[in-house]
């Protein structure tokens, strides 16, 4: 495994004397916004974990290597290259290591390599889900499997609104993956607060949400608890305003046959323009609010 796996001296330091780490995903950096801003966002996000008493861990495969609390000039490099940087879920990760390649790790890779270096908890923007339409195209992201069987605990903003949110709660259900709302009992949906759907449960603390984990892990129950938090009022937007710009541009992708791996971040993009920025700004505004509820939970747990 070590020939494989990497891991900076200050988060393998942070683990060995059970401090709190949160692990954080490379995607947001490479395919999740132009740069510099992606880099401007990935340091800051890093910066408000620490500020709320954790270690950051930021993810990635750099030059094959499973690499686990990247430095500021990977984050860079990572930036600069942005698309050109292989997206890598569960599937890729043999591939590109055994390649000697880089990849931007998706929700789906970033927990299995955190939970190969030992860390518990993972914030991140929001998770994948089942797609519009996966009745036909059985497009159903990785994400969902690994938050059933890999025991990292994921802290994000819902699903992504481009997702069926109905269908994608539904196969959490089925996976037995406990979705918990922070302050909220109605899941959030990324962009917006409510999305019409109920979580399992309400909690209204993170030392609430440390001890469920805590009882999880002791009773020997595989898999991740989805920790929900709605993106803060004052930057989330219009339900119904946001619902018609995905649905544009969710037609435009099935015209360009757009698919697969591909979808998330074209979709993501398109809307961006349409809200001219607004989503963008939404997306990091929610990113920094998980990690900062990210770092309290790691604080919680590690004081068990």
Request: with cysteine; hydrophobic share 40%.
């Amino acid at each position: 495994m070590m020939d494989y796996l990497v891991v900076s001296p200050e988060v393998k330091k942070a683990i060995e004397e059970n401090k709190p780490v949160v692990a954080l995903e490379s995607t947001i950096i490479s395919h999740g916004m132009p740069y510099p801003k992606n880099v401007e966002t990935a340091l800051k996000v890093e910066e408000i974990v620490r500020e709320n008493g954790a270690i950051p861990a930021t993810i990635a495969i750099i030059q094959g290597k499973l690499t686990v609390g990247i430095t500021p000039e990977e984050i860079d490099y990572l930036g600069k290259k942005g698309l050109d940087v292989a997206k890598a879920s569960r599937r890729d990760i043999p591939v590109l290591v055994s390649r000697g390649e880089d990849g931007a790790t998706t929700v789906a890779a970033t927990m299995i390599i955190a939970n190969l270096a030992g860390i518990k908890l993972f914030a991140t923007g929001g998770i994948g889900g089942v797609h519009r339409g996966a009745e036909t195209t059985m497009d159903i992201s990785a994400d969902l499997e690994e938050l059933s069987n890999t025991n990292v605990n994921v802290v994000c903003a819902g699903a992504k609104s481009i997702l069926d949110i109905g269908l994608t709660l539904e196969y959490l259900e089925t996976k037995g993956v406990p979705v918990i709302g922070y302050k909220t009992e109605e899941l959030p949906a990324f962009y917006t607060r409510e999305s019409g759907f109920k979580v399992n449960y309400k909690m209204d603390s993170p030392s609430d949400i440390a001890k469920a984990i805590k009882a999880k892990n002791e009773l020997g129950l595989n898999g991740a608890m989805l920790i929900t938090n709605p993106i803060p009022e004052e930057y989330s937007m219009d339900k119904d305003l946001i619902n018609g710009v995905i649905e544009e541009a969710v037609l435009e992708a099935n015209k360009l046959g757009v698919k697969g791996k591909d979808i998330t971040p074209y979709l993501l993009d398109k809307i961006q323009k349409i809200t001219e920025g607004k989503s963008l700004e939404a997306n990091i505004q929610l990113v920094f609010n998980n990690v900062k509820l990210g770092a309290q939970i790691a604080k919680e747990l590690c004081s068990l």
